[in-house]
């Protein structure tokens, strides 16, 4: 009964914690409508200051709490005036495409400056427990407690009582009424942005105090625990945001108590889902909440896209076919070779989110189904290579496109979050199905490349090989766009309503897209993974879903050769400048940056 109560007790207290993220994301979404991935690095950000004021300057417990909440709402600051401000107008998807490349930007400043080793944040309250019926408080619990409940009367009396949580409020409800008022819109943002932020800083501190431990990479699952509390909650409401948290915080210290540490984060993401199928505007949303505003089709930026000749693009795949004769570094074919699996991840995503419209944020998911097929087949089944590719793309088709088939009536920022969750979904069970995947340990062994039998043991064919699929599937997917079905898809891009009104199947025609892209990601891990012949479940991590979504940004969304020209430019180059290796994260970031600031049609522009 007592680990029962301490196990109750911990998911309050995490809820407590999870809330200071998601009440923050909720003010921003509520007066900005934006989903700001950032969030997360605010909060790496607060836990940092807090470690530097009491490991160098040994400053007391309140002081290192202003001093962490202040640093993140000056951060803050700068994101809104910095990063955000330029884009108003835009279309909805660039704040929020942004926000990822400013995530991208100050994780890894934070890792550059502090390195990637974890840190212990030290704690100066008393570290016994008190004993209360038949389970144990300690005094963090209480301080993390009276903190939720001090933060949440605080935000409710300025924004009932005071005349700026008033003005914060009318924009939240309407922003154009709000600024035809006399309201300073500007001005609100800043204010929200300040208090978030430094609300998400605390939270950060509080996590590093709570575990003993932070390092630079936490970044990402804070926001995806932020962002499944305020989406269970209901988007943009505050004390929905708190509601969902302590759910949030309860399910993952209950499923921990059934199956164990590994399950936490995967029955947080089955819970995002299901709520997000089910009730899309949270348990706690009004139901005559405003239904969100389409993502698709609002990124394509009016330009004329460069169309490449048939014959120019023919002469330039026959030059990169006879490059290893001219020039037969092993290093630049390996380097390009991985340019080319990039190249047909690119493929993947520009097809399901250029032509299609349909924003995926866990793109890497289908790279690891692919992987692990292949994987598996070959060594379990002892099917050849060549025919486990085959299957490996099959297999990505099948699933991946069953798994997100109830995301595909979901609209605006809901699409890009279900996504997102499946992807975090695929991992964690590739990670918990020892039985089939082997956990943890990874599948090594994996035999390498061949063809009819054929090894491919050289730098020269495994190069040739990559390039030939890349140039197949590529041909492939210019004469789909070119067909009536391409015309189809981008009729479902540009305007669903009306494709709808037309008699166009929606549902039936998004699935046909994501599963001819699913395909092509599941060959690009397939090959991935024979050539590695190691592949675990980080192997496909979630930074090569937001690489793949630089790439077709940075090609030219829609645009087949502009998929392989940002493969290459951002893939090939940085490991042509090897002196940039470490800071490949942050060339990321401010690419994706500069592109949605100045560039959104992407290089080559969009199709």
Same mark, same amino acid.
């Given at each position: 009964?007592?680990?029962?109560?301490?196990?109750?007790?911990?998911?309050?207290?995490?809820?407590?914690?999870?809330?200071?993220?998601?009440?923050?994301?909720?003010?921003?979404?509520?007066?900005?409508?934006?989903?700001?991935? =950032?969030?997360?690095?605010?909060?790496?950000?607060?836990?940092?200051?807090?470690?530097? =004021?009491? $490991?160098?300057?040994? $400053?007391?417990?309140?002081?290192?709490?202003?001093? =962490?909440?202040?640093?993140?709402?000056?951060?803050?600051?700068?994101?809104?005036?910095?990063?955000?401000?330029? !884009?108003?107008?835009?279309?909805?998807?660039?704040?929020?495409?942004?926000?990822?490349?400013?995530?991208?930007?100050?994780?890894?400043?934070?890792?550059?400056?502090?390195?990637?080793?974890?840190?212990?944040?030290?704690?100066?309250?008393?570290?016994?427990?008190?004993?209360?019926?038949?389970?144990?408080?300690?005094?963090?619990?209480?301080?993390?407690?009276?903190?939720? !409940?001090? +933060?949440?009367?605080?935000?409710?009396?300025?924004?009932?009582? $005071?005349?700026? &949580?008033?003005?914060?409020?009318? #924009?939240?409800?309407?922003?154009?009424?709000?600024?035809?008022?006399?309201?300073?819109?500007?001005?609100?943002?800043?204010?929200?942005?300040?208090?978030?932020?430094?609300?998400?800083?605390? *939270?950060?501190?509080?996590?590093?105090?709570?575990?003993?431990?932070? @390092?630079?990479?936490?970044?990402?699952?804070?926001?995806?625990?932020?962002?499944?509390?305020?989406?269970?909650?209901?988007?943009?409401?505050?004390?929905?945001?708190?509601?969902?948290?302590?759910?949030?915080?309860?399910? /993952?210290?209950?499923?921990?108590?059934?199956?164990?540490?590994?399950? %936490?984060?995967?029955?947080?993401?089955?819970?995002?889902?299901?709520?997000?199928?089910?009730?899309?505007?949270?348990?706690?949303?009004?139901?005559?909440?405003?239904?969100?505003?389409?993502?698709?089709?609002?990124?394509?930026?009016?330009?004329?896209?460069?169309?490449?000749?048939?014959?120019?693009?023919?002469?330039? =795949?026959?030059?990169?076919?006879?490059?290893?004769?001219?020039?037969?570094?092993?290093?630049?074919?390996? #380097?390009?070779?991985?340019?080319?699996?990039?190249?047909?991840?690119?493929?993947?995503?520009?097809?399901?989110?250029?032509?299609?419209?349909?924003?995926?944020?866990?793109?890497?998911?289908?790279?690891?189904?692919?992987?692990?097929?292949?994987?598996?087949?070959?060594?379990?089944?002892?099917?050849?290579?060549?025919?486990?590719?085959?299957?490996?793309?099959?297999?990505?088709?099948?699933?991946?496109?069953?798994?997100?088939?109830?995301?595909?009536?979901?609209? &605006?920022?809901?699409?890009?979050?279900?996504?997102?969750?499946?992807?975090?979904?695929?991992?964690?069970?590739?990670?918990?199905? /020892?039985?089939?995947?082997?956990?943890?340990?990874?599948?090594?062994?994996?035999?390498? !490349?061949?063809?009819? &039998?054929?090894?491919?043991?050289?730098? %020269?064919?495994?190069?040739?090989?990559?390039?030939?699929?890349?140039?197949?599937?590529?041909?492939?997917?210019?004469?789909?766009?070119? *067909?009536?079905?391409?015309?189809?898809?981008?009729?479902?891009?540009?305007? @669903?309503?009306?494709? %709808?009104?037309?008699?166009?199947?929606?549902? %039936?025609?998004?699935?046909?897209?994501?599963?001819?892209?699913?395909?092509?990601?599941?060959?690009?891990?397939?090959?991935?993974?024979?050539?590695? +012949?190691?592949?675990?479940?980080?192997?496909?991590?979630?930074?090569?879903?937001?690489?793949?979504?630089?790439?077709?940004?940075?090609?030219?969304?829609?645009?087949?050769?502009?998929?392989?020209?940002?493969?290459?430019?951002?893939?090939?180059?940085?490991?042509?400048?090897?002196?940039?290796?470490?800071?490949?994260?942050?060339?990321?970031?401010?690419?994706?940056?500069?592109?949605?600031?100045?560039?959104?049609?992407?290089?080559?522009?969009?199709?």
């Amino acid at each position: 009964m007592s680990s029962w109560f301490d196990y109750t007790l911990n998911g309050i207290i995490i809820g407590n914690i999870y809330a200071l993220l998601a009440v923050g994301l909720a003010l921003i979404f509520g007066v900005a409508r934006l989903i700001n991935f =950032a969030h997360g690095s605010v909060y790496v950000v607060g836990a940092y200051a807090g470690f530097v =004021a009491v $490991t160098q300057f040994g $400053t007391p417990l309140p002081l290192t709490i202003l001093i =962490a909440v202040a640093v993140g709402a000056l951060l803050g600051l700068g994101i809104e005036r910095f990063g955000l401000r330029p !884009l108003q107008g835009y279309a909805h998807i660039a704040p929020l495409l942004a926000t990822i490349g400013i995530s991208f930007v100050l994780d890894q400043l934070v890792q550059l400056t502090f390195s990637p080793d974890p840190r212990a944040v030290p704690s100066e309250l008393l570290q016994s427990r008190f004993q209360v019926g038949s389970g144990t408080i300690g005094a963090l619990d209480i301080l993390i407690a009276a903190i939720g !409940l001090a +933060s949440a009367g605080l935000l409710y009396s300025f924004l009932r009582f $005071t005349r700026l &949580g008033w003005a914060v409020r009318a #924009t939240a409800q309407d922003r154009d009424a709000a600024q035809q008022m006399g309201v300073n819109v500007d001005a609100i943002n800043r204010t929200v942005f300040a208090i978030a932020s430094g609300l998400g800083a605390l *939270s950060g501190l509080l996590v590093g105090m709570y575990y003993n431990y932070i @390092d630079p990479s936490m970044s990402f699952q804070a926001t995806l625990k932020g962002v499944v509390a305020q989406v269970v909650g209901g988007v943009g409401n505050v004390p929905g945001a708190i509601a969902g948290s302590l759910l949030l915080g309860l399910v /993952e210290s209950y499923g921990i108590a059934l199956f164990g540490t590994s399950y %936490r984060n995967l029955f947080a993401f089955i819970l995002l889902v299901a709520v997000l199928v089910l009730r899309p505007n949270g348990l706690f949303a009004s139901g005559r909440q405003t239904p969100p505003e389409p993502m698709t089709g609002t990124f394509i930026a009016p330009s004329r896209p460069v169309r490449v000749p048939h014959r120019v693009l023919i002469a330039l =795949a026959l030059a990169a076919a006879l490059l290893p004769v001219v020039l037969p570094d092993p290093y630049v074919l390996q #380097t390009l070779t991985n340019a080319w699996l990039y190249g047909l991840l690119g493929l993947s995503l520009t097809l399901i989110a250029g032509t299609v419209g349909l924003i995926s944020l866990g793109h890497a998911a289908l790279l690891a189904i692919g992987g692990y097929a292949s994987a598996l087949l070959s060594i379990n089944l002892g099917v050849p290579v060549g025919v486990s590719l085959l299957c490996a793309g099959l297999i990505a088709a099948a699933i991946g496109t069953a798994l997100v088939f109830p995301s595909f009536r979901l609209r &605006g920022h809901y699409l890009s979050i279900a996504t997102l969750a499946i992807g975090e979904i695929v991992s964690l069970v590739i990670l918990n199905w /020892e039985g089939l995947t082997r956990g943890p340990i990874g599948i090594s062994g994996i035999p390498p !490349l061949s063809i009819f &039998g054929i090894e491919l043991d050289s730098n %020269r064919s495994v190069y040739w090989f990559a390039l030939a699929v890349l140039v197949v599937l590529a041909a492939l997917q210019l004469r789909l766009l070119g *067909s009536h079905l391409g015309r189809v898809l981008r009729a479902v891009r540009d305007d @669903d309503i009306a494709a %709808r009104s037309y008699g166009i199947g929606l549902d %039936r025609y998004k699935a046909l897209a994501f599963a001819v892209g699913s395909f092509a990601a599941g060959i690009s891990g397939g090959i991935t993974s024979h050539l590695y +012949s190691y592949i675990n479940h980080e192997t496909f991590n979630s930074q090569l879903s937001i690489l793949a979504l630089t790439i077709v940004i940075l090609g030219g969304m829609g645009n087949v050769a502009g998929a392989i020209v940002g493969s290459v430019l951002l893939v090939g180059l940085p490991e042509v400048f090897r002196i940039a290796a470490e800071y490949r994260m942050l060339i990321y970031g401010l690419v994706l940056l500069l592109l949605i600031r100045f560039r959104p049609q992407g290089l080559l522009g969009t199709v």
